[in-house]
Each structure stands twice: as structure tokens, then as C-alpha cells.
């Protein structure tokens, strides 16, 4: 069995769940959650940009729902458990913000390639 590198990991899940959302009618909303994402954490915070999301997250908008399920098994991979982030100590907030930011990189990639959602895409703003 060969051993897979963090980043392969993330492409991985990555490519799994954009082919799951693929065909949704919701799929270029949930691609401009990804490409978004990146900015507003570096921006705001990976706390306050989950909670952004989550406040967005109601049944007419079921792209944010599939984002929060996503990012929280990306950090539950990374930790191994399932850790509010409030709760996490200084060192474990900045490794989860690290966490979710490679897996951005990948998410983003596919987005664009798989779902063909342009980074200057504006949609429609919820």
C-alpha cells in the first residue's frame, strides 16, 4: 500500500465530492462557495467565514449545507475527530486554517475544471 502525501489526500476527497454535486442544480453556487472561500478566510478567519456559511445554510440554498458538510469532514479527517472550532486551542486553530485552505486549492481546481465556474464568475449573491 502506497502512502499518500496530505495534498494527495485533499485532491482525492476533493474530486470525490465535486463529481457528487456535479449535475445538482446548485453546482456553480456551490464552485463560487469554493472560489470565494479562500479570500474570506484570509480576509475574516476560518471561524467567522464557517459561520458566515452556516448563517447562509437554509433549505431554499442546500449548496451551503453540502460546503459545511464538506469542510467539516475535511477537519475531522485533519483531527481525526470532530472538533467545534471555537473550541480548539490557538496551534490547532491555525493548523485547521491550513487544513482548509490546501483543501481549498483542490476544491477551487475542480470547481473550475468539473463544473466550469470561472473565478470571475459573479452568480447571484445570497
Known amino acids: 500500500m502506497a502512502i499518500?502525501?496530505?495534498?494527495?489526500?485533499?485532491?482525492?476527497?476533493?474530486?470525490?465530492?465535486?463529481?457528487?454535486?456535479?449535475?445538482?442544480?446548485?453546482?456553480?453556487?456551490?464552485?463560487?462557495?469554493?472560489?470565494?472561500?479562500?479570500?474570506?478566510?484570509?480576509?475574516?478567519?476560518?471561524?467567522?467565514?464557517?459561520a458566515f456559511y452556516e448563517s447562509r445554510n437554509v433549505p431554499k440554498h442546500p449548496e451551503y449545507g453540502a460546503f459545511l458538510g464538506h469542510m467539516r469532514g475535511i477537519l475531522e479527517e485533519g483531527f481525526g475527530e470532530s472538533n467545534p472550532l471555537h473550541t480548539l486551542s490557538c496551534p490547532e486553530y491555525m493548523r485547521a486554517t491550513r487544513i482548509a485552505l490546501l483543501a481549498a486549492v483542490y476544491y477551487g481546481r475542480f470547481c473550475e475544471s468539473?463544473?466550469?465556474?470561472?473565478?470571475?464568475?459573479?452568480?447571484?449573491e445570497r
Open 4 to 50: 499518500r502525501t496530505n495534498s494527495q489526500k485533499a485532491a482525492g476527497r476533493a474530486l470525490g465530492h465535486i463529481q457528487e454535486v456535479k449535475g445538482k442544480s446548485w453546482a456553480k453556487q456551490y464552485g463560487r462557495l469554493w472560489l470565494r472561500f479562500p479570500g474570506l478566510v484570509l480576509t475574516n478567519g476560518l471561524m467567522q467565514t464557517v
Open 114 to 124: 468539473i463544473l466550469e465556474v470561472k473565478r470571475t464568475d459573479e452568480g447571484e
